[in-house]
């Protein structure tokens, strides 16, 4: 089992709608999950961070985080040809008894006018 | 703003050269890691560093080597560079356990 697992996509959607962009983690005590934006050819860039349980809001995005189920989401509103690009979710885990942040592969997600 | 450099974007290389990778972040972040990334693969580990002179493997340090002689900066070094090195090559750097800043990535192919 990877250790962070994500759709690959790709996942469209029209302009105006919401992408739900979903990731499943293996470690329990995970504590620190991000998302991060890639566009191609490009680096990633960090879009949201959640540490507790529950609903974090930072304009048309919202991270979800169910630590029980190890499911964290990322839902983007009012989806605009701007947010195409790839989504990494990444999550915090000791291993090899360092801190560590582990990556999914990414969704794609393409958002048509 | 932290601000991680990458020393080059583009990068082409012959079979066979030393490569030297070079990244420098200037916020006094303790951590720094190395990832190559290819269509279909994600990000991979290739060594990460949480301390000056301090160095451990990540997933795929085969072929690779790096160096932490001062905080701020983290060079990877390939000895022998082969085709299969030919990749996106991202530095990133941070506090413990807190968010991961890349610099812009340097694109190397070996030819």
């Known amino acids: 089992q990877k250790e962070v697992e994500q759709n690959s996509g790709p996942l469209s959607v029209p302009e105006g709608a919401i992408a739900s962009l979903n990731c499943t983690y293996s470690d329990r005590v995970s504590q620190s999950f991000f998302w991060y934006r890639q566009y191609s050819g490009k680096s990633p860039e960090l879009i949201m961070s959640i540490y507790s349980n529950g609903d974090k809001e930072d304009g048309r995005f919202t991270a979800q985080l169910n630590k029980a189920s190890q499911y964290v989401s990322l839902l983007i509103r009012d989806s605009q040809p701007s947010d195409s690009a790839t989504y990494l979710c990444?999550?915090?885990?000791?291993?090899?008894?360092?801190?560590?942040?582990?990556f999914g592969a990414g969704t794609r997600l393409a958002v048509h006018p | 703003d932290v601000k991680v450099t990458q020393s080059s974007r583009y990068l082409v290389k012959r079979t066979g050269e030393k490569v030297f990778l070079e990244c420098v972040q200037d916020m006094d972040h303790e951590n720094m890691f190395w990832y190559r990334q290819d269509p279909g693969l994600g990000l991979r580990l290739i060594y990460f560093?949480?301390?000056?002179?301090?160095?451990e493997k990540g997933d795929i340090p085969e072929g690779y080597s790096v160096s932490r002689e001062k905080k701020e900066r983290f060079s990877l070094i390939l000895e022998s560079a082969s085709t299969n090195q030919t990749s996106m090559y991202l530095c990133a750097s941070r506090l413990v356990a807190e968010k991961l800043f890349f610099g812009s990535g340097t694109q190397l192919s070996v030819l």
């Open positions: 990444a999550v915090n885990m000791i291993a090899g008894g360092y801190n560590k942040l582990i």
């Open positions: 560093s949480y301390d000056v002179k301090m160095k």
